[in-house]
């Protein structure tokens, strides 16, 4: 088991919630952390995700985990078997994690020598798309049995993300799923989204998914980004 | 098609939601409406549970519906074709509603006369739980894709509905899901909810659920409720 504690994160102090966020940033760029702040509905697949994303990537990087949720902490100890620093940060009720949350768990965490962080947003596809947490790059999932129409209800999560991942495509067959439909309705909002299918359970897309993380904290880590 | 207007919602006036909600419970028992709440994540299924209950109930009440969503129609035109009063609730990026925005939908409804109307929450299980609608009763959706730990980590929700209605079982079989596990892990929450199994795509448990909905509408315009 990796490293593994909870932590009551307390209610923000800034009023600027933007430029604490940017401020956080330019702090993680300058101690080479880039962090992923990772975003979806409850029950999309968020932990079984991070789980097969840091077995992917342990070997060749330092990896630490958030574990953001209003309550529990089977997510930080499903992490935690990964052996990689896990947080759990209780958040009181609170919908979403704002920049100066998000530093309460670097803080938790102790960032420092870690490559990346991954901040498990609260599930909930409004509210954590309404605050800038400092990350380096957002991601969302969307599951298959979710619907192909998210993309129309949600739009605001949909444009604020780099990258769209489209899990459960293992399950594809029971449910009514179109995914070029899919794709192209989340591309109207974002057209430089980068959308990867992948099966968190089977494994299938995890690779690519993989390249494209390592390939950002590379940049991120070489100041290119 | 029924009616079908969209209303843009402002955001509430009044400090005391609790008070507010009561006396729209009051006035709404007076005009023999009773008002369900219904809750979900994302893509549970809320809108396909929707059209079977309604399938399953117009021929006997008056039933209006209120889709409140962020952006987008796609909800209420999908309810519309059932032949019911519709009114999709804009809420302008709020993640819940309100009394007050439920009394505007139910103004926007026109709900005199109506026996049974039906709100449908934004799909999130967090901050919808932290406000009284001012509804006779509260339900919501737990999908089978989601997984059976939820109750673990949005205890609220569960709290204060009245129902729970486990949908998508007929893809139990595809999926990781402990139905008793989760059924006993929703009543130690909350002793009193009641548990209803159904897959809104084959019909499967819409009967029972239909049934219960049936008596309460009944015991509420009694006013044994």
Redesign the interface.
């Known amino acids: 088991m990796g490293e593994f504690k909870i932590l009551e994160i307390k209610q923000s102090i800034f009023e600027d919630n933007d430029k604490d966020a940017e401020s956080l940033r330019q702090e993680l760029k300058k101690q080479k952390t880039f962090l992923l702040n990772l975003m979806s509905?409850?029950?999309?697949g968020k932990t079984t995700t991070l789980t097969k994303t840091i077995e992917a990537l342990k070997d060749e990087m330092a990896i630490g985990v958030m574990e953001a949720?209003?309550?529990?902490d089977?997510?930080a100890q499903a992490i935690s078997k990964t052996g990689v620093k896990v947080v759990q940060l209780h958040t009181g009720?609170m919908?979403h994690l704002d920049a100066d949350m998000t530093r309460q768990g670097i803080k938790g965490l102790g960032a420092e020598g870690i490559d990346l962080a991954i901040l498990e947003n609260?599930?909930?596809?409004?509210?954590p798309a309404?605050f800038d947490t400092g990350a380096s790059k957002n991601a969302m999932i969307l599951?298959v049995?979710?619907?192909d129409?998210?993309p129309?209800?949600?739009?605001?999560m949909f444009r604020v993300c780099d990258v769209l991942l489209i899990n459960?495509i293992d399950?594809m067959e029971?449910?009514d799923f179109d995914l070029e439909e899919c794709m192209e309705r989340a591309r109207k909002l974002n057209p430089d989204i980068k959308v990867i299918p992948i099966s968190a359970k089977t494994g299938e897309g995890i690779e690519g998914w993989a390249n494209w993380l390592r390939s950002e904290v590379k940049k991120w880590q070489q100041g290119m980004e």
């Not at 949720?69 to 529990?72: A, F, G, P, V």
């Not at 609260?122 to 509210?127: H, K, Y």
């Not at 129309?152 to 605001?156: A, E, S, T, V």
């Open positions: 509905s409850p029950g999309a949720d209003i309550d529990s089977v997510d009720g919908c609260v599930g909930n596809l409004v509210c309404e599951s049995p979710e619907g129409d998210k129309l209800k949600y739009p605001l459960k399950v029971y449910f």
